[in-house]
């Protein structure tokens, strides 16, 4: 095998030397502008982008996200303090699903908006909230279902 290499450049550098010096540079140029461009799009054709999937689930509950994911033959990432990321054309895809089979348990969950009404909440803002979080828990998962 080292021999049949050795041989193969030599037969190349022996036909470079034969070629006129401006054709070989030209050549050689090519074919590294063919080498570069080629990096180039193997690069930009696996950089998938990664979305947050969930975020602030204690370890125990992002295990079973996981597996749930691997099960599902999902490509995910695991960040830090409990963060899930997964290629972000599926993220609303996955989010209303793994919602309707009850995860995430910890970690951010929708409540945050009717944990803000206090005894001096107006009328008016306890209807906003009510309303965003309507509209965050049912019609957001429903519009995705539904094209």
């Known amino acids: 095998m080292n021999a049949k290499l ?4 030599e037969k190349s550098k022996y036909f470079l ?38 975020s602030g689930l ?4 992002a295990t079973e996200i996981m597996e749930k994911l691997q099960e599902m033959s999902v490509e995910y990432k695991y960040g830090n303090d409990g963060v899930i ?6 993220v609303e895809k996955l989010k209303a699903q793994l919602v309707y089979e009850g995860y995430p348990q910890s ?3 929708y409540d ?15 209807t906003a909230i009510s309303c965003s979080s309507f509209k965050i828990e ?5 519009g995705f279902l539904m094209g």
């Open 6 to 9: 050795k041989e193969l450049i």
């Open 17 to 54: 030397k034969k070629i006129n010096p401006k054709l070989r540079k030209r050549i050689l140029i090519g074919a590294l502008v063919v080498i570069l461009f080629s990096i180039g799009i193997a690069v930009f054709l696996n950089n998938t982008p990664y979305e947050t999937l969930f």
């Open 58 to 61: 204690n370890q125990e509950e």
């Open 85 to 90: 990321y997964v290629p972000k054309e599926q």
């Open 107 to 109: 970690g951010f969950t």
């Open 112 to 126: 945050v908006f009717k944990d803000n009404i206090g005894m001096t909440t107006t009328d008016f803002k306890k």
């Open 138 to 142: 049912l019609v957001l998962p429903f």
